[in-house]
């Protein structure tokens, strides 16, 4: 008798536990599957929402994320201001997937890939309605593909930087013979280098946190930027001649991990990728509009707009395009396709 109460005490008890097991185990299956995505975006930019493209591109993606439906399940921080370092390194971060987002410029994956340097040559593109065309009929594929393959890293969407880019410097600037011998900050990129050399500036590659201080201690005589980034940044504070040389449309990259594109849920992949390239429509429609109200403002803060002589300065830059198709074949079909798409 007293065996068999034990037995049946401890089925009674196994029962119960099993039972319980059952109940629970969808709870425990629904945690598992509400699990939330965390990634790291990063840019060098500050923390603007108006004027800064890396934070109003990040602003847009989580407004399509949570449109997507997938709010909850992927969760994005945000980190401007080079607050996980100079681009050169996060770019190498997002290519090892200790960083999944980067918000930057084409140029400075040229570091990585050369071929991505075909998007900084000098006076390529006319304007940013041209280059999105240009993209759309395929002209940004290759620098892709090659990005991808050499870099382990997507472009998952491009926008615009918010304007074209010109030189900002101490004095004004009209034309090759007023940059000559300027300690102009460009990108550390060789294109890019290379483009403010042939127009004439003592080209100096300079990280972008150091940009500020550089100028006030007169190690720099100016920088080639667009215009909000200037105001965003402050260095009106140092230099009041803006020429508006417009040697450069930088397309703005979304870089995806590929780390963290094989680790995500491809569940979500679609909805993700579809909210990236929402956000890129949304920020390159802002970046036109903030571009002239951009300039606006550094003329109300006491900077001189100059026009400057853009014919003078493309026909010194003409050269470059075909040295850097001669060094790389690949980008051939780059150039061709971009140069035959009109605005």
Same mark, same amino acid.
Not at 25 to 46: D, E, F, H, V
Not at 117 to 130: C, E, I
Not at 161 to 168: A, T, W
Not at 277 to 298: C, F, I, S, W
């Given at each position: 008798?007293?065996?068999?109460?034990?037995?049946? #005490?401890?089925?009674? $008890?196994?029962?119960?536990?099993?039972?319980?097991?059952?109940?629970?185990?969808?709870?425990?299956?629904?945690?598992?599957?509400?699990?939330?995505?965390?990634?790291?975006?990063?840019?060098?930019?500050?923390?603007?929402?108006?004027?800064?493209?890396?934070?109003?591109?990040?602003?847009?993606?989580?407004?399509?994320?949570?449109?997507?439906?997938?709010?909850? $399940?992927? =969760?994005?921080?945000?980190?401007?201001?080079?607050?996980?370092?100079?681009?050169?390194?996060?770019?190498?971060?997002?290519?090892?997937?200790?960083?999944?987002?980067?918000?930057?410029?084409?140029?400075?994956?040229?570091?990585?890939?050369?071929?991505?340097?075909?998007?900084?040559?000098?006076?390529?593109?006319?304007?940013?309605? $041209?280059?999105?065309?240009?993209? =759309? /009929?395929?002209?940004?594929?290759?620098?892709?593909?090659?990005?991808?393959?050499?870099?382990?890293? #997507?472009?998952?969407?491009?926008?615009?930087?918010?304007?074209?880019?010109?030189?900002?410097?101490?004095?004004?600037?009209?034309?090759?013979?007023?940059? /000559?011998?300027?300690?102009? #900050?460009?990108?550390?990129?060789?294109?890019?280098?290379?483009?403010?050399?042939?127009?004439?500036?003592?080209?100096?590659?300079?990280?972008?946190?150091?940009?500020?201080?550089?100028?006030?201690?007169?190690?720099?005589?100016?920088?080639?930027?667009?215009?909000?980034?200037?105001?965003?940044?402050?260095?009106?504070?140092?230099?009041?001649?803006?020429?508006?040389?417009?040697?450069?449309?930088?397309?703005?990259?979304?870089?995806?991990?590929?780390?963290?594109?094989? #680790?995500?849920?491809?569940?979500?992949?679609?909805?993700?990728?579809? /909210?990236? $390239?929402?956000?890129?429509?949304?920020?390159?429609?802002?970046?036109?509009?903030?571009?002239?109200?951009?300039?606006?403002?550094?003329?109300?803060?006491?900077?001189?707009?100059?026009?400057?002589?853009?014919?003078?300065?493309?026909?010194?830059?003409?050269?470059?395009?075909?040295?850097?198709?001669?060094?790389?074949?690949?980008?051939?079909?780059?150039?061709?396709?971009?140069?035959?798409?009109?605005?």
């Amino acid at each position: 008798m007293k065996s068999g109460s034990i037995s049946r #005490r401890r089925l009674l $008890q196994s029962s119960t536990a099993v039972a319980a097991g059952v109940m629970l185990s969808p709870a425990i299956i629904g945690r598992a599957q509400a699990a939330t995505m965390k990634m790291k975006c990063s840019s060098s930019l500050p923390n603007d929402p108006k004027y800064a493209n890396g934070r109003v591109y990040y602003d847009n993606l989580v407004k399509h994320l949570k449109g997507n439906g997938l709010g909850e $399940q992927i =969760e994005v921080t945000f980190f401007p201001d080079n607050q996980l370092g100079q681009e050169i390194d996060v770019i190498n971060s997002v290519k090892l997937g200790v960083i999944d987002l980067m918000l930057s410029g084409s140029s400075i994956s040229a570091n990585l890939v050369p071929l991505v340097g075909a998007f900084d040559l000098g006076y390529l593109f006319t304007s940013f309605p $041209q280059q999105t065309k240009a993209f =759309e /009929a395929g002209a940004a594929k290759p620098v892709e593909e090659a990005l991808l393959k050499g870099g382990n890293i #997507r472009i998952i969407s491009w926008a615009y930087n918010f304007g074209s880019r010109s030189v900002l410097a101490k004095k004004p600037v009209k034309g090759p013979d007023d940059l /000559a011998g300027l300690k102009i #900050r460009t990108l550390p990129n060789p294109v890019i280098t290379e483009c403010l050399r042939l127009m004439g500036a003592a080209a100096t590659p300079l990280a972008f946190g150091e940009i500020y201080t550089a100028l006030q201690a007169g190690v720099l005589d100016g920088l080639e930027h667009d215009p909000p980034t200037i105001l965003a940044s402050k260095f009106y504070e140092t230099s009041k001649h803006y020429a508006l040389t417009q040697h450069n449309f930088s397309p703005l990259a979304t870089y995806f991990s590929e780390t963290t594109f094989k #680790r995500m849920d491809p569940k979500l992949r679609e909805g993700f990728l579809d /909210a990236a $390239q929402k956000a890129a429509a949304d920020t390159r429609t802002h970046g036109l509009e903030m571009e002239k109200e951009a300039l606006k403002n550094l003329a109300d803060k006491g900077v001189t707009i100059v026009e400057c002589d853009k014919d003078a300065f493309r026909k010194r830059v003409l050269p470059q395009t075909d040295n850097f198709i001669k060094a790389r074949p690949e980008a051939k079909p780059v150039v061709d396709m971009i140069r035959a798409t009109q605005a």
